[in-house]
């Protein structure tokens, strides 16, 4: 293969056919086309742009670059959900083990975070034991066995998609929606599922800044997955204030157990039938355990039994997933996901009762009586990585016991000394130093002021 005048070619923004995709991929993938020319390709992508064939031949030619997951036929469906990544979004968490008990099964293929925003596997890792690096053949066997399963990607599972983001990363070609595109649904395609719901989020700690290019990105995504065959829609969240009250990595593991703790369900349910139009963020309040964590867990449980055809209307969706969680029996399958993911469950329950693992705690106290009206989920998510809790470069480690928790969160009433934050550091002087930053993520206002819906848009078609 000429790959030169494919780079040529797309350089002067022409359209390349499916059978010279597929090539080149299994040619980079093998290792026959270098570096420098595919960093040549993918610069020429980021400024021409692919058409819709072109994405799909490219996704699907990524996908079959490596292992795809067979399972056997079965009356229960194979569903996932996919978050372009946020702060205290531990949404996939409590969500696996709902869909599984919903009469789904789940083969939930994870990352790990860089920079700001976290990775489902960096909060796994926290927990004593538990394995997120599985073979093939045991993902699809605990997926048969207890109908979910939350790990990372192997290394025979879409390998031109490692390659290529490694490349993109240090070639200035992240941001591209063909790119980013392909790279996502090409590791969900490879899952075999038959219904996927995206939470694409926009914001200030968003990889998508704005509404308009979250919309974008994934319009994009939705006609591809469907294009692909797998029933897919979006739903467009907003992440300018972290979701839920903590953000570091096993603050939201307990945070997530908490969530699938049926105390709250009938409360949860009360607020699903009030809910004015999906303003979920606005039922929040310091003084119920109704928040905007599991008000999204049942929103993307919902969608997926709209989808899949399990329920007739997204409110009765949302009951049926809100009585699911009630039952408690999501809480006992996270117990069985555990043990068989390798964790010892006494030791899990051990660390769980404990109120802070981080040998630091201190609290950020408001100076003046109000409403916040800003919790900035960029600043926190700086403050949490500095703390150790995240990861500037791929080779870092992570301290998974530093975070924050006890987040105030925007429309709350707060008094003079109220705790607007609670700091979980490695010692004193990152601690200190952390609460001097945090400060600046917190806007109190004399009035309430009104907040945003959490979700903004669905989108179940690309018109
Ligand atoms: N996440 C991915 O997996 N790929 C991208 O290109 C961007 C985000």
């Not at 555990?338 to 040998?359: C, E, I, M, S, Y």
Request: aromatic share 4%; net charge positive; with cysteine.
């Amino acid at each position: 293969m000429n790959f030169l005048s494919l780079i040529e070619s797309k350089r002067e923004g022409k359209t390349l056919a499916p059978e010279q995709i597929q090539e080149f991929i299994r040619e980079f993938t093998a290792g026959t086309i270098p570096d420098y020319q595919m960093a040549a390709m993918l610069m020429a992508i980021y400024f021409r742009g692919l058409t819709t064939a072109e994405i799909t031949a490219l996704t699907l030619a990524m996908r079959d670059s490596g292992d795809v997951l067979k399972f056997l036929r079965d009356e229960r469906l194979l569903v996932d959900k996919h978050s372009t990544g946020g702060i205290g979004d531990k949404v996939s968490l409590p969500l696996a083990p709902l869909l599984a008990c919903l009469g789904f099964r789940v083969p939930m293929i994870s990352g790990r975070g860089l920079g700001i925003t976290g990775g489902t596997l960096d909060k796994l890792d926290s927990i004593p034991g538990f394995k997120t690096l599985l073979p093939a053949g045991k993902i699809v066997d605990q997926v048969q066995k207890i109908g979910c399963v939350i790990c990372g990607q192997t290394d025979r599972m879409v390998p031109a998609d490692k390659k290529i983001y490694a490349l993109r990363d240090v070639s200035g070609t992240v941001p591209s929606i063909p790119l980013i595109t392909a790279s996502i649904l090409s590791k969900k395609l490879a899952e075999s599922l038959d219904a996927l719901v995206l939470d694409v989020k926009f914001g200030c700690a968003a990889f998508m800044q704005t509404r308009t290019d979250a919309r974008k990105l994934a319009k994009a995504m939705v006609a591809l997955g469907n294009e692909c065959g797998v029933n897919t829609r979006a739903i467009l969240t907003d992440m300018n204030t972290p979701l839920g009250r903590a953000a570091g990595n096993w603050l939201e593991v307990k945070e997530s157990v908490a969530c699938l703790e049926p105390i709250s369900c009938s409360r949860r349910r009360e607020s699903a039938h009030s809910s004015p139009k999906n303003s979920w963020r606005g039922l929040t309040s310091a003084a119920t355990e109704i928040n905007d964590l599991s008000l999204l867990v049942l929103d993307c449980a919902a969608h997926l039994l709209v989808q899949t055809r399990k329920a007739k209307t997204l409110a009765a969706a949302r009951n049926q997933a809100a009585d699911c969680l009630a039952s408690g029996a999501p809480r006992k399958k996270w117990d069985e996901m555990l043990v068989a993911q390798g964790t010892d469950l006494g030791a899990f329950n051990k660390k769980l009762a404990l109120d802070h693992t981080a040998p630091v705690v201190v609290e950020l106290k408001a100076e003046k009586p109000g409403f916040v009206s800003r919790c900035d989920a960029r600043l926190i998510g700086e403050v949490i990585r500095d703390l150790g809790g995240g990861r500037l470069t791929k080779e870092s480690g992570i301290n998974y016991d530093v975070g924050i928790d006890r987040l105030a969160k925007p429309g709350e009433a707060v008094q003079k000394s109220s705790v607007l934050a609670r700091i979980h550091a490695g010692d004193q002087s990152q601690a200190k130093s952390a609460c001097v930053r945090l400060r600046a993520a917190f806007e109190i206002s004399a009035r309430r002021t009104v907040t945003d819906p959490l979700v903004i848009e669905v989108i179940s078609s690309s018109k």
